[in-house]
């Protein structure tokens, strides 16, 4: 019971620290280690959205992806007035905003 209740106040601490992505995180394809350039087709091919947060080392060499992290959600938010009732409806979107790559060129 005690063993069952840590894990569930673990697992809960790390979805906060992720953030609201780890599902769309979970069906992204794990680029780590491959060759940038290979890393940025694989993503492409499956549809996943991407971006270079971090980039060092030499980019004339060889680059790497060392890390990839759920870059999260972002919120649309559109509002539209009725003019039957005076008031505002308002439609919130959210959109995810894909895959974080570290990348390290040697």
């Known amino acids: 019971m005690r063993k069952t209740i840590m894990t569930a ?3 809960g601490a790390a979805a906060l620290t992720i953030g609201t992505g780890v599902a769309a995180a979970d069906s992204a394809p794990s680029v780590v280690g491959m060759e ?3 890393a940025a087709s694989t993503l ?3 549809g996943t959205p991407y971006s270079v947060t971090n980039r060092s080392g030499n ?4 680059c790497a992806v060392t890390e990839q992290r759920d870059r999260g959600y972002r919120t649309e938010t559109e509002s539209t007035y009725n003019s039957r009732t ?3 409806d308002r439609k919130e979107t959210k959109i995810w905003r894909g ?3 570290t990348v390290v060129c040697r």
Do not use: R
């Open 59 to 62: 980019i004339s060499g060889t």
């Open 99 to 101: 895959i974080g790559l």
């Open 9 to 11: 106040l673990l697992t």
């Open 86 to 88: 005076d008031s505002w």
């Open 36 to 38: 940038e350039h290979a």
């Open 44 to 46: 492409s091919a499956s």
